[in-house]
């Protein structure tokens, strides 16, 4: 079993700035990518940002140029720093991890996906 374990949500006044963490931990084989994903009231999920193992990255355009992901690959980690936020940043997000572990006898890729931290820009 893996568990990815957010933290760093909160509210926050627009155009000011929220760091969100994530840690991985279990039976992790390798970590492979990792992202960070957002969901509004009556919106479906979104990608925000994710990144490769390798360091690869790739963004929502609605947050490039405001957010950095970042990740530690010696501390299964991964972080959003959030820079001049907007009232529409407002979402519960989530991390996700593209994880290989072993499957009984077996390696599997599996995606994991962290509880949910609440992110509220004020206007």
């Known amino acids: 079993q893996v568990q990815l374990v957010e933290s760093g949500g909160g509210l926050v006044q627009a155009g000011g700035s929220l760091r969100l963490s994530c840690a991985a931990s279990g039976s992790i084989f390798s970590l492979n990518a990792m992202g960070w994903y957002r969901q509004a009231p009556g919106k479906q999920r979104e990608l925000v940002a994710d990144?490769?193992?390798?360091?690869?990255?790739n963004y929502a355009d609605s947050v490039k140029g405001r957010f950095t992901i970042s990740r530690d690959n010696a501390k299964n980690t991964v972080t959003l720093q959030m820079n001049s936020l907007k009232p529409e940043d407002t979402a519960v997000y989530y991390c996700?991890?593209?994880?290989?572990?072993?499957?009984?006898?077996?390696?599997?890729?599996?995606?994991?996906w962290g509880q949910g931290t609440q992110v509220t820009v004020s206007s």
């Open positions: 990144i490769t193992s390798g360091g690869s990255t």
């Open positions: 996700k991890a593209d994880v290989t572990a072993w499957d009984l006898a077996t390696l599997r890729r599996f995606d994991y």
